[in-house]
């Protein structure tokens, strides 16, 4: 009777190559963001009627937009970071590195990801000719500065704002 032969590739060969392919799918999708800029139009605004009011820019400051986490990040690099963990060693002492390397991962993860998702943006205070103050942010796309004269235009929730 004979033994089944056993593949001389390490075990873990094929969970890195599944996790580099999810990791790198998982990554992929956290780069379609939703813009905040006042020059993007998503498909669904276009075709629309939108209200466009003038006003007078009083202050601009500079933000930082965070966008919303989607998970990317930690998900990733906790597979990475757990194939890379689980190449060291053998026995329980290749479980603790799996694990580690793992915990590692997510942090690293998740700090890659929370910057990845920052953008430079404006606080706009405008005035509108009837006296009303209002405060609009997006990103830092347009040169705007207090006394440029502006058009406010909003829709569909969203407002903007241009010269």
């Known amino acids: ?5 056993t593949s001389s590739v ?3 060969a094929s969970f890195r190559t599944v996790g580099a392919i999810v990791a790198i799918a998982a990554l992929s ?3 379609a963001t939703q813009s905040s800029s006042s020059a993007v139009y ?4 276009t075709q ?7 006003a007078t820019v009083e202050s601009v400051r500079k933000v930082m937009i965070q966008r919303d986490s989607k998970g990317v990040g930690v998900v990733g690099g906790a597979v990475v970071g757990g194939l890379a963990g689980s190449s060291v060693g053998g026995g329980k002492g290749q479980d603790i590195a799996t694990v580690l390397g793992a915990i590692g991962g997510m942090v690293a993860g998740q700090a890659i990801e929370e ?8 606080e706009i205070m405008v005035v509108y000719d009837t006296g009303e ?10 040169e705007l500065r207090a006394g440029d004269r502006v058009q406010v235009i909003s829709g569909g929730g969203k407002i903007r704002v241009a010269r």
């Not at 103050?133 to 347009?142: G, L, S």
């Open 133 to 142: 103050k209002r405060v609009i942010v997006q990103e830092a796309d347009v």
């Open 115 to 122: 910057k990845a998702n920052q953008r430079e943006g404006l």
């Open 29 to 31: 999708t956290g780069c």
């Open 10 to 12: 390490p075990r873990f």
């Open 1 to 5: 009777m004979s033994l089944p032969k």
């Open 48 to 54: 629309r009627e939108q209200t466009v009011r003038m």
């Open 42 to 45: 998503r498909e669904s605004d």
